[in-house]
């Protein structure tokens, strides 16, 4: 084949781990989603930021399943949510990892145990296997030995986070979703998080779904930004990009004082 010849082929499609279309959300008489659409493409960190009431948990929560849509379409990993069988939920559970925004720990089970439990419920491995897997994923994330057998209550806030982010990785998956991941963090707590969030990014291949209203976050770990506004996806694109909108919305979060903070220390 000739240069001139590779040069005329079509570039590959990039693959798309997520797909939305024309998702519609209500509660009730209330409409949250109308005609959503939204993708996100393997390697992708995307960030999902919206005002009050726009619905971005009750999107996530559409994505993995946790609400049945009121209509429209939802494909995951290639599977789609309105056809799937068991077997297809278990694959998706064994190649996500998701971190609810207050951690959702097991209150009774000690740190080590809370990042074992994905192992112990979808894995045959043996008891010594598991608990090595789970002090992996403990350091990971930058935990020390002694607080594998501290229970969620003797953690701080942004142990916890850590604790969570650790479980959510537990079956290395592919496709990772965060939940406000910086939420109730002190600045410095959340600047670490955010570190960690890329560095584990780079380093595993991973793809993230992130809902966050952190500009910090936005700035510095994102590679692009959905924004959902008048019940849809206005405009899905880097951060750059989007402080150039006319949205007024989008306009106000990105280029008001907190926007212009948030891009000074980027």
């Given at each position: 084949?000739?240069?001139?010849?590779?040069?005329?082929?079509?570039?590959?499609?990039?693959?798309?781990?997520i797909?939305?279309?024309?998702?519609?959300?209500?509660?009730?008489?209330?409409?949250?989603?109308?005609?959503?659409?939204?993708?996100?493409?393997?390697?992708?960190?995307?960030?999902?930021?919206?005002?009050?009431?726009t619905?971005?948990?009750?999107?996530?929560?559409?994505?993995?399943?946790?609400?049945?849509?009121?209509?429209?379409?939802?494909?995951?990993?290639?599977?789609?949510?309105?056809?799937?069988?068991?077997?297809d939920?278990?694959?998706?559970?064994r190649?996500?990892?998701?971190?609810?925004?207050?951690?959702?720990?097991?209150?009774?089970?000690?740190?080590?145990?809370?990042?074992?439990?994905?192992?112990?419920?979808?894995?045959?491995?043996?008891?010594?296997?598991?608990?090595?897997?789970?002090?992996?994923?403990?350091?990971?994330?930058?935990?020390?030995?002694?607080?594998?057998?501290?229970?969620?209550?003797?953690?701080?806030?942004?142990?916890?986070?850590?604790?969570?982010?650790?479980?959510?990785?537990?079956?290395?998956?592919?496709?990772?979703?965060?939940d406000?991941?910086?939420?109730?963090?002190?600045?410095?707590?959340?600047a670490?998080?955010?570190?960690?969030?890329?560095?584990?990014?780079?380093?595993?291949?991973?793809?993230?779904?992130?809902?966050?209203?952190?500009?910090?976050?936005?700035?510095?770990?994102?590679?692009?930004?959905?924004?959902?506004?008048?019940?849809?996806?206005v405009?899905?694109?880097?951060?750059q990009e989007?402080?150039?909108?006319?949205?007024?919305?989008?306009?106000?979060y990105?280029?008001?004082?907190?926007?212009?903070?948030?891009?000074?220390?980027?």
């Amino acid at each position: 084949m000739t240069a001139a010849h590779r040069k005329s082929l079509p570039a590959a499609q990039p693959e798309r781990l997520i797909e939305v279309r024309g998702l519609l959300s209500q509660f009730g008489d209330r409409t949250i989603h109308e005609g959503l659409d939204l993708d996100l493409e393997r390697g992708e960190v995307l960030g999902v930021v919206g005002g009050s009431g726009t619905g971005k948990t009750v999107l996530l929560n559409s994505i993995i399943g946790l609400k049945e849509p009121e209509g429209g379409a939802i494909s995951i990993l290639g599977y789609d949510r309105a056809t799937m069988t068991t077997a297809d939920e278990a694959d998706i559970e064994r190649r996500t990892g998701i971190l609810f925004q207050q951690g959702a720990l097991f209150s009774s089970l000690s740190v080590i145990d809370n990042v074992a439990s994905p192992l112990v419920e979808h894995t045959g491995l043996s008891v010594d296997v598991i608990r090595e897997l789970a002090e992996m994923k403990i350091a990971m994330v930058g935990l020390k030995p002694e607080a594998h057998h501290l229970k969620p209550a003797e953690l701080s806030g942004g142990m916890r986070k850590r604790v969570g982010l650790a479980r959510a990785l537990a079956l290395d998956p592919e496709l990772l979703f965060l939940d406000e991941p910086t939420a109730g963090l002190d600045p410095i707590a959340a600047a670490a998080f955010d570190d960690l969030i890329r560095q584990l990014s780079n380093d595993l291949g991973l793809t993230v779904f992130m809902i966050t209203h952190d500009l910090d976050s936005l700035y510095a770990i994102t590679d692009k930004v959905a924004v959902v506004a008048d019940k849809r996806i206005v405009a899905k694109a880097p951060v750059q990009e989007l402080e150039q909108s006319d949205h007024p919305w989008i306009r106000e979060y990105f280029l008001g004082p907190r926007g212009r903070a948030g891009k000074k220390t980027a």
